[in-house]
C-alpha cells in the first residue's frame, strides 16, 4: 500500500510476529518496556529486554508457558489504518522511522496485543510453531532471550 513505508528488511513471519507476543509477554509479567534490541532471524533470534533482576528459571519457564499457550490459542492478526491522533492508548510509536509515513498501521494479535508495525506477520498465533527458549543471559539491565520455533 502506498500509504505506507517500504519495511526495510524481509522478516520471517512466525518469528517476527513470535516477537510481538513476547513483548507483550514481557510487558505484562515484567512491567518492563518493549524490546528496542533484537535480531530476528529464521532459526534463531535474540532479543533484549530491560530489567531490575534477572528473572527465575522458574519465570523463565513461565514466559515459554505462556508463549506457548498463546499460540495454541489461535489468536488472529489483524490491521487497521490510522492517523498519528487516532493511535490506540499504550501504543507507542519509538520504534517506527522519523519518517513514517502520517498513515500508521496497527496491528493486533486477539485481545493480547497491540502495536504499530508495518513487518509481516501470520495470519493466526498457530503458525508460528512451538516456542523454544533456549538460552537467556543477564548482563544488568539487558536480559537476553534467545529462542526457536519448531514445527508443532
Ligand atoms: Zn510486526
Not at 509481516?120 to 498465533?125: D, E, I, K, L
Amino acid at each position: 500500500m502506498e500509504a505506507l513505508n517500504a519495511h526495510n528488511k524481509e522478516e520471517y513471519p512466525p518469528m517476527h510476529t513470535a516477537e510481538h507476543l513476547l513483548n507483550q509477554t514481557m510487558v505484562r509479567m515484567f512491567g518492563c518496556e518493549r524490546s528496542r534490541n533484537s535480531h530476528i532471524e529464521r532459526k534463531k533470534s535474540k532479543i533484549n529486554y530491560v530489567l531490575d533482576a534477572p528473572p527465575t528459571e522458574e519465570q523463565i519457564a513461565e514466559v515459554e508457558r505462556r508463549m506457548n499457550e498463546l499460540i495454541a490459542q489461535d489468536l488472529p492478526v489483524s490491521y487497521e489504518l490510522v492517523t498519528r491522533e487516532q493511535v490506540p492508548a499504550g501504543v507507542t510509536l519509538s520504534k517506527l522511522p522519523e519518517d513514517a509515513s502520517e498513515l500508521l498501521r496497527i496491528v493486533r494479535i486477539g485481545d493480547y496485543d497491540v502495536c504499530a508495525c508495518i513487518g509481516s506477520h501470520v495470519a493466526s498465533t498457530r503458525e508460528i510453531g512451538q516456542f523454544r527458549i533456549t538460552s537467556t543471559s543477564w548482563n544488568a539491565p539487558q536480559f537476553r532471550i534467545v529462542f526457536k520455533l519448531q514445527e508443532s
